[in-house]
């Protein structure tokens, strides 16, 4: 099996982004361009550990992005053309037979185009480029052709009138037999307004030395985009997101004028879920069958159960939503909270890091931190878990079948048992035995007749002044 090397070129600034962040971690679809590339690349089978990151500007970003997935790095500094940066990374990729090279910035590049140019270059190709016919044109490489065989590349530039006229434009992804590839670029040069080391020169010094250069279309003529600018970038991120939320609908989805929703490129929905205007489905975000996501709802790194509602304003962040429960509108729940089942959570109730049970209930105005709750648990209006001292957080336990009246303050440590009551309006600072009432607040005083003696007393003296 011959053994193939990916390059994948990102040293470049991307000056007109007028970014601090590499181009290549600017994203589209929610996740950066270049974990695009990588995915194209895993994809069609290749592996991270034969992949190499060609940086230049913004390096340790890069770094830290690809070097957890086993994905090396290679440093280009100056950078002298796409033909010095494949130069570059030569000793991390000896001893493989063929490489693949890619662009960090052109994300829309497909698994099945990999696929094709690795199928296209058999023995006797030294090379296969893909290249597109797209309607509109641009400032892309021009291919000159001989027969089917590609016999050099003319850089934008550089073209002639009559080579303007060209409509078959160089893509930007290649792959090389690796002896091929070192032995022309070692015989490329720098005469161009650049002065730059064009990888595009390989085509010439290969096809004039007698050595077969192909070209494979793009089985999507979209994939060609790239990305200089933000209007671009904008571009490419909604392709990402339409063409995400077509599949979505294919696979039994209903998008209520998906124009205006926003569903990242990895999130999963199952049939029959309902997606409303303007709701947004975010990172690694799975979302079950026979759910409906109301309008406006924002859901990040979460996932949520079947036949689970949503309504307006639902806001969630890296949670569980367990089967069947109802949330918003205007519910919070946050920092790996786990809402069970069945439960019910309202308006402006913030869940923070709890576990909530079966068919608990918080239907307005609670803020539950660092709380476990049992099943079938009440939990009434305005009650606060207090789970911060002001130097650490304390875990605040109530268990199955427990009622806790409004307004209600459970200063934490402190836990509620099983079947207890908590009257309205207590302050519990100390356990609940398990069917016990607990009552935390001052006993009412009632004055007979104080408020009709008040207005007397002030119509009185009204009557004298
Ligand atoms: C290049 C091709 C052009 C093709 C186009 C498709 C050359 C000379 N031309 O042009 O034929 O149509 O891509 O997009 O290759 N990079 C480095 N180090 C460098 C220079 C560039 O890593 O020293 C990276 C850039 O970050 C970018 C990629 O290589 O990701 C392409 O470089 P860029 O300068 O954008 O090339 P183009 O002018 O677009
Ligand atoms: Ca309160």
């Known amino acids: ?17 007028k970014s601090e962040l590499p181009k290549v971690l600017h994203q589209a679809g929610g996740k950066p ?39 090396r790095t290679v440093l280009q500094e100056p950078q002298k053309g796409t033909g010095h940066a494949v130069q570059v990374a030569r000793d991390l990729i000896a001893g493989y037979d063929r490489a693949l090279i890619l662009c960090g910035d052109m994300p829309l590049v497909s698994s099945a185009t990999v696929s094709g140019l690795l199928h296209t270059l058999q023995e006797g190709v ?68 650049h002065g730059e080391y064009y990888l595009t020169d390989t085509v010439a010094l290969l096809a004039s030395a007698g050595k077969r250069v192909l070209a494979f279309r793009l089985p999507d003529e979209q994939e060609i985009l790239g990305i200089n600018d933000r209007v671009e970038l904008a571009q490419v991120d909604l392709l990402f997101r339409r063409r995400k939320l077509r599949e979505l609908m294919e696979t039994g989805v209903t998008a209520i004028a998906p124009e205006t929703i926003l569903v990242d490129c990895d999130v999963t929905v199952g049939a029959d879920t309902i997606l409303e205007p303007g709701v947004q489905l975010l990172g690694t975000t799975r ?29 969630l962040e890296a949670v569980e939503v367990r089967e069947g429960a109802e949330l918003g509108p205007f519910t919070r729940v946050r920092e790996h909270a786990v809402i069970g089942a069945e439960a019910r959570l309202g308006n402006f109730v913030e869940v923070k890091k709890s576990k909530l049970g079966k068919g608990v209930k918080a239907s307005h105005l609670t803020y539950l931190g660092d709380a476990e709750v049992g099943d079938q648990t009440n939990i009434g209006a305005g009650t606060i878990t207090c789970n911060y001292d002001g130097v650490r957080k304390h875990t605040t336990r109530i268990g199955d079948g427990v009622f806790v009246g409004s307004n209600s303050t459970l200063v934490a440590p402190v836990t509620v048992e099983n079947g207890a009551y908590v009257a309205a309006g207590s302050v519990i600072t100390e356990t609940v035995p398990a069917d016990a009432l607990a009552l935390g607040r001052s006993r009412q005083t009632n004055k007979e007749h104080w408020a009709r003696r008040r207005r007397e007393k002030h119509r009185a003296e009204a009557k004298k002044s």
């Open 1 to 17: 099996m011959a053994k193939t090397a990916v390059i994948i070129l990102a040293a470049g600034r991307g000056t007109r982004l």
């Open 287 to 315: 979302i079950g069958r026979n759910c409906r996501v109301r309008s406006y709802s924002v859901i990040s790194d979460s996932v949520i159960g079947d036949g689970v509602l949503l309504k307006p304003f639902t806001v």
């Open 33 to 71: 361009l270049l974990a695009h590339v990588l995915a194209a690349v895993a994809g069609a089978g290749l592996a991270p550990q034969d992949t190499v990151v060609v940086t230049g500007f913004g390096t340790q970003q890069v770094g830290e992005l690809v070097h957890p997935l086993g994905v």
């Open 126 to 193: 030294a090379a296969v480029l893909a290249t597109a016919e797209p309607d509109i044109p641009r400032a892309y490489g021009r291919i000159l052709r001989r027969g089917e065989q590609v016999i050099g590349i003319v850089e934008d530039k550089q073209a002639s009138p009559e080579h303007k006229k060209i409509k078959e434009l160089n893509a930007g992804f290649y792959l090389f037999h690796t002896a091929d590839l070192w032995w022309a670029l070692d015989r490329v040069g720098t005469d161009n307004p």
